[in-house]
C-alpha cells in the first residue's frame, strides 16, 4: 500500500485510459473525498500537453493528483510550478546524486533530458463554485521515449538503479502536500524564487515556438502570473503565456 501524508487519499488501478480521466470521472461522480492520488500500473490513452501523447511505458510512475478548490484558474495555475518542485525534491530524495532542474512551464530535466511532465486540468464539480484540478504527472523511472523532439531520460538510467512507481509516488505525495502547504502559506512569490534557483537555461539563450512563430531571445524571467518573459534580440520584452520552448 502506498503511504500518502494525512488527510490524502490513493487509489492504485491495474490499468486505466488516463489517470487525468479517471480523476474527472470519480469527481464528477461524487466518489472523490478530500485530496486523492491516482496511479496507474498502465494507460491506454496517455496525454500531455496540447492533446500531445504521452507515452505510458510500464515500471514508470504515472499518476494524478486530485483536488477540489474555489481558488481563480490564475492561481490554480501556479501549481504546476509547485508540482514541479515537488517532482524534483521527490527525485533528490530517491537519488542525491542527481541534480533535477526545471524547464518552463512544466518540465523537469536531468542533464538537459526530459523526466518528467506535468498536465494540469480543471473540470466543474457538483458543488457550486468549486473546481476539481486535476494534477497529471508523469515521472520516467524505468523507460523513455526515444522519438521526442527533445532528448529524454528516465530516473533509472542516470542513477543506475531501479525505482519503484509506488516508491517515487510516496515521496513526490509527501514532497508535494509541503511545497502546497507553503504555497497556500506564502504565496506563489516564494515558489517562484525557488523555481528559479532550479530552472534549466535561466539567463541564457533559448527559442520558443509559438503556434504562428517561433521568438528567439534570451529567457530573463517569470512574473507573478508564472508566464515567460523573453528578452529579444532588439532589447524588446515578450512575455509568453504558453508555449514550448528550446536550447
Known amino acids: 500500500m502506498v503511504q500518502v501524508p494525512e488527510g490524502y487519499n490513493c487509489l492504485v488501478y491495474d490499468e486505466v485510459d488516463s489517470t487525468n480521466s479517471q480523476a474527472k470521472r470519480l469527481s464528477q461522480e461524487g ?15 496517455g496525454r500531455g500537453r496540447q492533446g500531445r501523447t504521452w507515452q ?39 537519488a542525491p546524486e542527481l541534480n533535477a532542474e526545471l524547464k518552463w512551464p512544466n518540465d523537469v530535466l536531468l542533464e538537459g533530458a526530459k523526466v518528467s511532465g506535468i498536465l494540469l486540468e480543471s473540470f466543474p464539480t457538483p458543488q ?41 509516488l510516496e515521496h513526490l505525495s509527501f514532497a508535494f502536500a509541503k511545497r502546497h502547504e507553503n504555497w497556500m502559506l506564502q504565496g506563489f512569490s516564494a515558489v517562484r524564487q525557488d523555481w528559479l534557483a532550479h530552472a534549466w537555461n535561466w539567463r541564457k539563450p533559448i527559442r520558443v515556438r509559438l503556434p504562428s512563430e517561433e521568438l528567439h531571445g534570451t529567457f530573463a524571467d517569470i512574473d507573478e502570473a508564472g508566464a515567460l518573459i523573453l528578452q529579444l534580440p532588439n532589447g524588446a520584452i515578450r512575455t509568453i503565456t504558453a508555449g514550448d520552448v528550446f536550447f
Open 56 to 94: 505510458s511505458a510500464s515500471g514508470n510512475l504515472m499518476c494524478s493528483l486530485a483536488m477540489n478548490s474555489r481558488c481563480a484558474p490564475a492561481e490554480l495555475a501556479q501549481l504546476s510550478f509547485v508540482t514541479a518542485l515537488a517532482v524534483r525534491d521527490a527525485i533528490a530524495n530517491i
Open 31 to 45: 466518489k472523490l473525498s478530500g485530496p486523492t492520488w491516482i496511479r496507474a500500473n498502465r494507460q491506454t490513452a
Open 128 to 168: 457550486p463554485q468549486e473546481t476539481c484540478l486535476v494534477i497529471g504527472i508523469g515521472v520516467n523511472l524505468a523507460d523513455f521515449p526515444k522519438d521526442t523532439p527533445y532528448p529524454a531520460t528516465s530516473v533509472g538510467e542516470r542513477a543506475g538503479k531501479t525505482v519503484d512507481p509506488d516508491t517515487m
